[in-house]
């Protein structure tokens, strides 16, 4: 198992930029495909973006494509979310998740390992 933290959130201004990290402990993380997802009060998790453990492969929901990127660095036991283009609809918590396979997941329900959320305000 890996435990997640998440940092990096905070306030921003429409247009502009914000980078999560996603800090892991534990010595299989190049295991782990890794997940970011966002929650907004009221709704569900959304998925936002997955990596799979060897940085290969990668998803993105269509609301955050070409704006987003996620990558991981497996020698800092790292996820990142640069996050481009900031649009006030992307305020939310946003979460880290990880599963141990190597295939890619968009559904919250394959993850079992979360971290406990950064929150991201984009102000219009």
């Known amino acids: 198992q890996v435990q997640l933290v998440e940092s990096g959130g905070g306030l921003v201004q429409a247009g502009g930029s914000l980078r999560l990290s996603c800090a892991a402990s534990?010595?299989?993380?190049?295991?782990?495909?890794m997940g970011w997802f966002r929650q907004t009060p009221g709704k569900e998790r959304e998925f936002v973006a997955t990596i799979t453990g060897s940085g290969a492969r990668t998803g993105y929901a269509d609301s955050v494509k070409g704006r987003f990127t996620i990558s991981r660095d497996n020698a800092k036991n790292t996820v990142f979310l640069q996050m481009n283009s900031l649009k006030p609809e992307d305020t939310a918590v946003y979460y880290c998740a990880g599963r141990e396979s190597y295939y890619r997941a968009y559904d919250s329900r394959a993850y079992n390992q979360w971290g406990q959320g950064t929150q991201v305000i984009v102000s219009s």
């Open positions: 534990g010595r299989t993380f190049s295991s782990y495909t």
